[in-house]
């Protein structure tokens, strides 16, 4: 069976840095792109940034630019989020999704159509 479990998230003040990892298992990551999305309570559901299977493009919403980070290490089957600088503004369930590459999309501009998903790992930024 497809998993995805992510692990990282926790407790952060202002300021600080998470790294998120998300492990696949039953299939490997080599055709797949995947990414980082989350849901803060109330709002919907928002990309974070996306990476590639193929030629490692990249995506990062506008808001986390310059302070986050994606890369993935296929060899673990694994793809990380790093987090600095984390905001007020960043509190939220961090989900990370995939999906192969001749469904799945990723631009510079965006990603979409990940069709299997983790269960969220909770990331709360506060002094």
């Known amino acids: 069976q497809v998993q995805l479990v992510e692990s990282g998230g926790g407790l952060v003040q202002p300021g600080g840095s998470l790294r998120l990892s998300c492990t696949a298992s039953s299939f490997t990551l080599d055709d797949y792109h995947i990414g980082w999305f989350r849901q803060a309570p109330g709002k919907e559901r928002e990309g974070v940034s996306c990476i590639s299977g193929s030629d490692s493009t990249t995506y990062y919403a506008d808001s986390v630019k310059g302070r986050f980070t994606i890369s993935r290490d296929n060899a673990k089957n694994t793809v990380y989020l790093q987090m600095n600088s984390l905001k007020p503004e960043d509190p939220a369930v961090y989900y990370c999704?995939?999906?192969?590459?001749?469904?799945?999309?990723?631009?510079?501009?965006?990603?979409?159509?990940?069709?299997?998903w983790g269960k969220g790992t909770l990331v709360t930024v506060s002094s």
């Open positions: 999704a995939t999906g192969h590459h001749t469904i799945a999309v990723v631009t510079t501009l965006g990603c979409d159509a990940m069709h299997y």
